[in-house]
């Protein structure tokens, strides 16, 4: 099976059905660079042809919040089946932060009301799905199942942040969605972490008087779990 570059969005599901491979589901996440709240999966399956494509559907770090919302009522309203998974912060510090990320994958594929024949993930390749599947480079941005996972699970996490806000508010988890910024480092410095914290972050640990004060220089944006790389929103 070969997909062209310019085969656009839909050129990995519509090479898959000539392939005798349906229902296809992509699977993406939200949240696995943020230092505080869940981590959230979602898993979509979107149905072959004109009903399949969905207005304005990109990788949801792409769009805005509007956006985002509308794209989400699209897929929710035309999608086979969809389904999300959250993984509360104390989960992700217990799996640490790949292994909890694989789980939420696995989950949200086994909770989908449609079992799919194929899988599509972002990135990475993930195991004990009981499907055959590919992991797809920047997969949220080259195909449309995919980007519609990154949507259901970006928008179902914003919402819960934004209520976790309500409960903390001096984090201002409205505004960073728990990603490593200048004022979330301030208010951590300041008030130190709240219950929704993930402690396995090393700038948590250390505003939590766990791990010494950072070397003068450091991005805090580095300051990540033991057994994590350094990553962004972008990323996540």
């Not at 519509?14 to 949240?31: H, K, Q, S």
């Not at 089946?81 to 694989?102: F, K, P, Q, T, Y």
Request: aromatic letters at 6%; charged letters at 25%; hydrophobic letters at 45%.
């Amino acid at each position: 099976m070969t997909v062209r570059r310019d085969a656009g969005l839909y050129g990995y599901e519509r090479a898959l059905r000539r392939a005798g491979l349906e229902p296809i589901a992509g699977v993406d996440e939200a949240g696995r660079g943020a230092c505080a709240g869940p981590l959230v999966a979602g898993a979509v399956v979107l149905p072959p042809g004109r009903a399949g494509i969905v207005p304005g559907l990109a990788d949801s770090k792409l769009l805005t919040e509007a956006a985002r919302e509308q794209v989400y009522a699209q897929v929710v309203r035309r999608a086979l089946a969809w389904s999300v998974v959250v993984i509360d912060n104390e989960e992700c510090d217990r799996l640490g932060m790949h292994v909890a990320n694989v789980e939420a994958l696995r989950r949200a594929v086994a909770r989908l009301g449609t079992r799919p024949a194929y899988v599509l993930t972002d990135g990475f390749p993930v195991d004990g799905l009981g499907v055959p599947g590919l992991a797809v480079w920047k997969g949220d941005r080259v195909a449309a199942c995919i980007a519609a996972a990154s949507v259901i699970a970006k928008v179902t996490r914003d919402r819960l942040m934004e209520e976790l806000h309500d409960d903390w508010p001096a984090y201002d988890f409205a505004t960073h969605k728990g990603y490593i910024t200048a004022e979330h480092e301030a208010a951590l410095a300041a008030h130190g972490p709240s219950p929704v914290h993930r402690m396995r972050f090393v700038n948590v640990r250390r505003a939590a008087g766990l791990e010494p004060a950072a070397a003068p220089g450091l991005d805090p944006a580095t300051s990540v779990g033991p057994d994590e790389p350094g990553t962004t929103e972008e990323d996540a």
